[in-house]
């Protein structure tokens, strides 16, 4: 077996970069164990052979024509290139701004506010999504003014974020944008968790150590980012032509690694917390109804109901249908299913009335949300 050489070019700052590099190793290691694994920011050309090949992060375009220079095959694992004609295997951004949007509706939020790069595209389609999947409620989208110092920023998000209404779900684009927020607040009278729920992205660990908090973050599973690029890449180099240069893969987000910074419910009433609870193990069985979670929760049917409709804005039932449809959205997302076994799996009571009320409630129907993805 001809022996290769896999270049990580990439600037290590946190440890999502690092998680790709392990990633790689992962897939050199158990699929290709003669090949090496370099890294760093840059590479010399007097280095490179003809039958190597490199795996990009985010680099900028001077940067990036002296890579194109080179003459390697390039797999590029930062949402930054899309668009720099070669293949990219990048985060799973709508699926993460959904999970977001799920974790807080969990958790009884009725206000909620973003904070992310909205020049950036993993940004943008992050906001759109937590805000179409929390949608008719209103998302508050922070600004950061880039243009003035660190200081002066902070001053100005913390004043915005104590403008907030209380016990607001603040999700944010990334770990190092969450972390902002929590400098923001140390200053202040908002606590965290409390007053304020912060969720991040990434299950950063270097960005975690610096944060006053234990940070809450979804992970975007960098490690498996790392190993579909280097599959990819093995692809390309033994056949060269065969991955058409505008591929996107979207790596969907493993799940939500909870901290103390989303430990608070936006409740104090024991009975819906407990209804709550109940409701995440149980939304998906037909033979767990209103009456089962009023006996468990130690009260009738109609005073549960109309206390639940009293804290969280929405009926048992409501809330029932939109843990059904997060879940199947998850299992469209992340597996092969078939569609009827979707809709067994999600409580529903047959795949056409699944397929019914996924497309009434989302305007498509759920094998064309499965194509979709994250293509928006």
């Keep these: 077996m001809e022996s290769k050489r896999i270049y990580f070019l990439v600037d290590i700052r946190t440890s999502f970069e690092e998680r790709i590099l392990r990633g790689i190793a992962r897939f050199t290691r158990s699929q290709h164990p003669r090949w090496r694994v ?3 920011s840059k590479l010399d050309a007097g280095l490179v052979r003809e039958n190597d090949g490199i795996v990009l992060f985010a680099k900028d375009p001077e940067e990036l024509k002296a890579v194109r220079s080179l003459g390697l095959p390039i797999v590029a694992t930062s949402t930054r290139h899309l668009k720099d004609g070669f293949p990219c295997v990048v985060t799973g951004d709508q699926a993460i701004g959904e ?3 799920m974790h807080f509706r969990e958790k009884f939020y009725r206000s909620f506010a973003y904070l992310g790069p909205r020049e950036l595209s993993f940004g943008l389609i992050r906001e759109r999504a937590f805000a179409r999947a929390l949608a008719p409620e209103p998302v508050r989208v922070l600004e950061l003014n880039s243009e003035v110092e660190l200081e002066t920023r902070l001053r100005e998000l913390k004043e915005d ?13 990334n770990d190092v944008f969450a972390r902002m927020v929590l400098n923001a607040l140390q200053a202040s009278s908002r606590k965290v968790p409390g007053d304020l729920a912060v969720l991040g992205v990434d299950a950063d660990e270097l960005v975690g150590l610096s944060c006053s908090v234990d940070l809450s973050s979804i992970d975007s599973a960098p490690e498996e980012i790392g190993f579909q690029a280097a599959e990819l890449l093995k692809r390309i180099l ?8 505008d591929t996107v893969i979207r790596v969907p987000p493993v799940g939500v690694v909870e901290g103390a910074s989303t430990d608070a419910l936006a409740s104090s009433d024991e009975r819906i917390l407990r209804a709550g609870m109940l409701l995440r193990q149980h939304a998906c069985d037909r033979n767990y109804g209103i009456d089962e979670l009023a006996r468990a929760c130690g009260c009738s049917r109609r005073t549960l109901e109309l206390r639940f409709s009293e804290v969280t804005g929405q009926g048992i039932n409501a809330h029932i249908w939109k843990l059904r449809m997060d879940r199947a959205k998850e299992l469209l997302r992340t597996s092969n299913l078939p569609l009827g076994e979707v809709a067994e799996q999600c409580g529903f009571a047959s795949p056409y009335h699944f397929s019914q009320k996924f497309k009434r409630d989302l305007g498509l129907t759920p094998g064309a949300f499965r194509q979709k993805k994250d293509s928006t």
């Design 161 to 173: 974020l104590e403008r907030l209404p209380p016990h607001t779900a603040v999700f944010c684009a």
């Design 99 to 101: 999970m977001a949007a």
């Design 38 to 40: 370099t890294w760093g």
């Design 238 to 245: 033994e056949h060269p032509g065969s991955v058409p240069p």
